[in-house]
């Protein structure tokens, strides 16, 4: 039997371009994945198609798995022989309990190893304008955990060496005790008028902070009804506050949901979140190459006009022709793409695109199953498929959960087929297949939309954008 290590990996405070390089490959030749809540999962879409996911997350007053099962559970699986990651929010270090795991899996003679990551404490002021440190008003600061392990759960701590000697206090998780925090900090020397900033989701497109002083923050955070999990930020430092480059985005606070259908909605989603928003995707799926097929490939020479229906399509059709060691001038065909990041990525392999696609014996498609089955009868050229789309329930579970821990403000559909699958199969997360009060606004790009389930229609993108920007403008006024 191979010899089993854990992982302990810090994921980061959850904009998903915050994990660190080894701990994406780490992710990458796990076979199994304990994740917690302030992990995001779109971590996991790194992993491989057999890796396992189980979810060790812990709610305010709610624990999902107790710390001695996680324990328990990374011995055993280790034991077996399993590469195993335990992916913590933030960095392990910093309040995540590693230190715990760390000392149960040296007792059972486990070998581990530690992969740092960037804590929310220093991430999180940042993305909302602040440093922690600066020359003129901050050459110190602290990172300090607002509970313990008391009937109260109150930080038992030096408030006096705290509100003396420490010019930036950053604390985790203090939201519950933020009144008991700041009433500490004076009553030990601390002016009532010193600022304080609380980050909610610091980093996420959810992001939200609200500014205040030792005496009002409370009340403030109160009327906004900021919870955990959130960053206080409490030190003259707050006042170079100016601007928040990550909260001024367009889209910030809004969470959307992208219903996937094909091999280019990342380029969606990846502009949405350049935007600000927070995206998830539904449904995930797992990609199988398919075979090469021989009877093409032999006489790819003859073509005249290649048609990619996606970006994978291209890569795909490549590989296997750089695998079978078929010589590229070979291709002597025009090409073209359905799609913009289809024709970027061949651009990016030094090919011109040609203006004119026309349908004949001498072209060929390219593309996935799916886009061949959603061809129309009428297509006579051949087609070349390069991939196929397999549902990958791993994630079915997480995304229900996170639907309901943080309600969706709008679903987008970019084509006819994602809005028939909300449709047949949205029950699975909790989205309801007909208008109601509860549904979000359901966006469909395009205007081959089914009729009858309140589904509006934009004509691409750029409409897209217009509208969710239009929209949030409403809300401005309505709020």
Not at 132 to 145: E, G, L, N, P
Not at 218 to 233: C, F, L
Not at 394 to 406: A, C, K, L, N
Request: aromatic share 8%; net charge neutral; glycine share 8%.
């Amino acid at each position: 039997m191979r010899n089993g290590i854990v992982y302990f990996v810090g994921a980061g405070p959850g904009d998903p371009g915050l994990i660190t390089v080894k701990g994406k490959q780490v992710l990458e030749k796990a076979d199994i994945i304990l994740y917690d809540r302030l992990a995001n999962p779109t971590f996991l879409e790194y992993a491989s198609p057999d890796c396992r996911f189980i979810y060790c997350g812990k709610l305010p007053d709610r624990h999902f798995m107790k710390q001695s099962e996680i324990n328990a559970l990374l011995i055993e699986k280790a034991a077996e022989g399993f590469t195993v990651v335990r992916l913590k929010g933030g960095d392990p270090s910093v309040f995540g309990r590693v230190g715990e795991e760390a000392e149960a899996l040296h007792r059972h003679g486990i070998r581990y190893e530690m992969v740092p990551g960037i804590t929310s404490g220093i991430a999180a002021p940042l993305y909302a304008g602040v440093p922690v440190t600066h020359r003129d008003c901050a050459s110190s600061f602290a990172m300090i955990t607002a509970h313990d392990t008391s009937l109260q759960g109150r930080p038992n701590l030096d408030w006096e060496g705290l509100a003396r000697s420490v010019q930036t206090l950053v604390f985790y998780m203090g939201v519950k005790n933020l009144s008991f925090i700041c009433r500490q900090l004076m009553e030990h020397g601390k002016s009532p008028s010193v600022p304080v900033l609380v980050i909610q989701w610091g980093t996420w497109g959810r992001q939200r902070s609200v500014k205040g002083t030792l005496q009002d923050i409370y009340e403030k955070v109160q009327s906004q009804n900021i919870t955990n999990p959130a960053i206080i930020v409490i030190g003259d430092i707050v006042n170079l506050r100016t601007y928040s480059w990550f909260e001024s985005k367009p889209f910030i606070g809004r969470h959307i949901m992208v219903v996937t259908q094909g091999d280019d909605e990342h380029t969606l989603t990846g502009r949405l979140r350049e935007y600000g928003a927070d995206v998830i995707e539904w449904p995930k799926r797992m990609i199988k190459k398919m075979p090469a097929n021989e009877n093409i490939l032999k006489r790819i020479s003859t073509f005249e006009q290649i048609f990619f229906t996606s970006r994978r399509a291209v890569c795909e059709f490549f590989d296997t022709l750089a695998f079978k060691q078929i010589d590229i001038r070979r291709v002597t065909a025009s090409l073209n793409a359905a799609t913009e990041a289809a024709k970027t990525e061949l651009t990016k392999r030094g090919f011109r695109l040609s203006g004119h696609q026309g349908e004949s014996p001498h072209s060929l498609i390219v593309g996935s199953r799916q886009a061949a089955e959603n061809m129309p009868d009428s297509v006579s050229c051949p087609f070349y498929i390069t991939h196929e789309h397999i549902p990958d329930e791993r994630f079915t579970s997480m995304i229900e959960r996170t639907i309901s821990e943080s309600p969706l403000q709008m679903i987008i559909c970019p084509g006819k087929e994602s809005a028939q699958h909300l449709l047949s199969a949205g029950k699975q997360i909790g989205i309801s297949p007909n208008p109601t009060a509860n549904r979000p606004p359901v966006i469909c790009i395009g205007e081959d939309i089914p009729a009858g389930y309140g589904f509006t229609a934009v004509k691409n993108q750029e409409q897209l954008f217009a509208f969710i920007q239009n929209e949030m403008k409403d809300m401005l006024v309505h709020s």
